[in-house]
T-cell receptor, first 111, second 114 residues
């Protein structure tokens, strides 16, 4: 009930392209869905987050799409840049700072 | 504002020993959580402390424990270390507020058990 499944595990995108990462959850009690970006040797950094009362949230080149009925949410990175190359994690929680993370997606943006 | 500070950054310990890791949250944040990150299991929640009380606990054995001090700084302890405890241990702090669950992570402590 607590799982969050993330796909794909790895992704290669050309510079300027759109990167799309998907996540699915099981626990309908989850009410906060953040995405984190992690560079090697660093801790995860909060990128963008959404609550289930909205279907989409956009911040700059990053957009979360949320489908409550399908229990799925996705991250879209528009105009992907080499500097976006990192590992991305989706997460979910319904209890404060107790995050359940997806398995991660290693994104490589080719110049 | 200074970010979340974790010390030490790197540790090498021997099987059977114990270890204590430290976390200083962002000023004003009263919730501190700990996570274990490994290549095989990914990011897993260990426990959360708020106002010096453990508020949530993940599915880890009792060898993993933690505490929080009155200044919100937190420590986690792992006793009787096993090779499988080798991981990046991450601390995250959150501000207090209804529905506010933004979690900010430190750079982590890389623990190697030999």
């Amino acid at each position: 009930q607590q799982q969050v499944k993330q796909s794909p595990q790895s992704l290669i995108v050309q510079k300027g392209g759109i990167s799309i990462i998907n996540c699915a959850y099981e626990n309908t009690a989850f009410d906060y869905f953040p995405w984190y970006q992690q560079f090697p040797g660093k801790g995860p950094a909060l990128l963008i987050a959404i609550r289930p009362d909205v279907s989409e949230k956009k911040e700059g080149r990053f957009t979360i799409s949320f489908n409550k009925s399908a229990k799925q949410f996705s991250l879209h990175i528009m105009d992907s840049q080499p500097g976006d190359s990192a590992t991305y994690f989706c997460a979910a929680t319904n209890a404060g700072n107790m995050l359940t993370f997806g398995g991660g997606t290693r994104l490589m943006v080719k110049p | 504002k200074a970010g979340v500070t974790q010390t030490p950054r790197y540790l090498i310990k021997t099987r059977g020993q114990q270890v204590t890791l430290s976390c200083s949250p962002i000023s004003g944040h009263r919730s501190v959580s700990w996570y274990q990150q490994t290549p095989g299991q990914g990011l897993q929640f260990l426990f959360e402390y708020f106002s010096e009380t453990q508020r949530n606990k993940g599915n880890f054995p009792g060898r993993f424990s933690g505490r929080q001090f009155s200044n919100s700084r937190s420590e986690m302890n792992v006793s009787t270390l096993e090779l499988g405890d080798s991981a990046l241990y991450l601390c995250a702090s959150s501000p207090v507020g209804a529905g506010n669950t933004e979690a900010f992570f430190g750079q982590g402590t890389r623990l190697t058990v030999v």
